[in-house]
């Protein structure tokens, strides 16, 4: 099937040679455009496999702007054709990452290598960004599969990792932090108990008071969570917070009594998380406490065990009804 070309070009007499090159080499010109908003229209409306953008254009848009505009919403690889080629100008046409830089007036030959190359380029990049994809999601399934599999032994707490997940991310969204530090958070939040797969299903679910020995035996969950952890390609990151999930910011937590600065701020915001969530589900030892006991609890210990800032964002979140749990 033949590329469809969008031309983007202000002069009428080299938008008609350019259109006659393209067909000659082979491509379908779907259109001609003279200015940068008529640009930014057709190539969101007309679905373009490539266009060739001249920068100086009629109307208060240029080429390199109206390209940033369009990549804001298409991944349509973009090629310049100017007749200038001043330093500030490439600087600047940088920004709207082109596939190419033609500079006029220009040979066939070097149209078409330019086309092709640009076209290849194009089509490895989606496969990458294609696999990329796909083994993403491959892990997020494994991780929901061990998530799953602690959980089976453990029915009083279904779906617990996932709520923690949830919340610990919308935390983290309201706290403004970077998009991979969601992802790690959401991630650590999901399988932060997955060490308690070493924990006998008896000792998990006993409905009385455990004893000092069950006790520690529950207590070498985060440390089995990170051995388990540090095995897979993950960030190192989400086995460190799995690792700190039970730490608290006066050194009361464990398993190593860490103070405040020695723990990762992902880690104090699954830690908060995890609290909210238990507090508010049933447990085997006792009924459902509710979201109001919770959020006194991190409110009254806010500043003392759990991180302020977290409190305050994971408090203003369930306050304003933002965010509730899925059940
Ligand atoms: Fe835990």
Known sequence: MKKKILIVEDEKINALYLKKLLESLDFEVL?????????????LGGAPDLILMDIM??????????????HKQSDVPIIFISAFSDESL????????????IIKP??????????????HKYHLEKSLTESFLKLKSILNGALHAIAKAVEVRDPY???HQKRVGELSKAIAQTMGLSEDMVETIYVAGTIHDIGKISVPAEILSKPTRLSEAEYMLIKGHPLTGYEILREIELPSIVSEVVYQHHERIDGSGYPKNLHGGHIHLESKIVAVSDVVESMSSHRPYRPALGLEKAIEEIISNRNVIYDPEVVDACVSLLREREFSFAW
């Open 31 to 43: 259109q001609s455009v003279n200015n940068g908003r008529g640009a930014v229209e057709a190539a």
């Open 57 to 70: 254009l009629e109307g208060d848009m240029d080429g390199i702007d109206a390209s940033i505009e369009i």
């Open 90 to 101: 490439v600087e600047r046409a940088m920004d709207a990452s082109p596939y190419g830089y």
């Open 106 to 119: 220009f040979e066939k030959r070097n149209l078409a290598t330019v086309l092709t190359l640009a076209l």
């Open 157 to 159: 707490t279904a779906g």
